[in-house]
């Protein structure tokens, strides 16, 4: 997986209640995005960042937060959890922008009750 | 609304056999073109880019880009059973924005 890692790796919260997954890479790269994947939707961005302290939102913002303090670590906080949440996350990675050349970690799946 | 499309399948393909994976695109402006393969439960995995019209291959794959017709394909020779996996079509559009394809889910038949 390209030198990435995502914890946890399976979360069960109960809404209303904070999460925060965590993004970690080896590779020094600069880009830097969280996606959800849900059945008949795809994958959509949530977020992404294209260095330190420097995010964006994209297509499915609306209820996540995100933070990168350092180059390697990517956190994305869902303030205050929903069943409409419940989804597997994938953070991704990649060396320049313009390109999907991507590569993704392994997932965390999460279940809001 | 810039939209990526793809049949969702599955495509059952004979193992052996080539299989054809299509998708579309909204956005005449898209420069950027790749093709992911996710086998279930896992992650999704970079198999082809291509970025100009004509053809790109890599091993047992082939993408095909048609601009003017904004359509890409993914060939697959020799089908085998390990190709079996959704295939997620995405597309870096023209205001930067990137797009995925709900998937095709390719079942190769032994």
């Known amino acids: 997986d390209a030198g990435i890692t995502q914890s946890p790796r399976h979360k069960v919260t109960e809404t209303g209640t904070p999460v925060t997954l965590r993004c970690h890479q080896t590779?020094?790269?600069?880009?830097m995005y969280w996606y959800r994947q849900d059945p008949g939707h795809g994958l959509r961005l949530i977020h992404y960042s294209y260095g330190v302290k420097d995010t964006d939102k994209g297509e499915v913002s609306d209820g996540y937060s995100v933070s990168r303090s350092k180059t390697e670590d990517f956190l994305l906080t869902l303030e205050s959890a929903t069943s409409s949440q419940t989804s597997v996350y994938f953070c991704?990675?990649?060396?320049?922008?313009?390109?999907?050349?991507?590569?993704f970690g392994p997932g965390t799946r999460l279940t809001v009750t | 609304q810039k939209e990526v499309e793809q049949n969702s399948g599955p495509l059952s393909v004979p193992e052996g056999a080539i299989a054809s994976l299509n998708c579309t695109y909204s956005d005449r402006g898209s420069q950027s073109f790749f093709w992911y393969r996710q086998y279930s439960g896992k992650s999704p995995e970079l198999i082809m880019s291509?970025?100009?019209?004509g053809d790109k291959e890599d091993g047992r794959f082939t993408a095909q880009l048609n601009k003017a017709s904004q359509y890409v394909s993914l060939l697959i020779r020799d089908s085998q059973p390990s190709d079996s996996a959704t295939y997620l079509c995405?597309?870096?559009?023209?205001?930067?924005?990137?797009?995925f394809g709900k998937g095709t889910r390719l079942h190769i038949l032994p």
């Open positions: 291509i970025y100009s019209n």
């Open positions: 590779e020094n790269h600069r880009y």
């Open positions: 995405a597309v870096y559009s023209s205001d930067d924005k990137i797009i």
């Open positions: 991704a990675i990649s060396e320049s922008a313009g390109t999907l050349e991507q590569y």
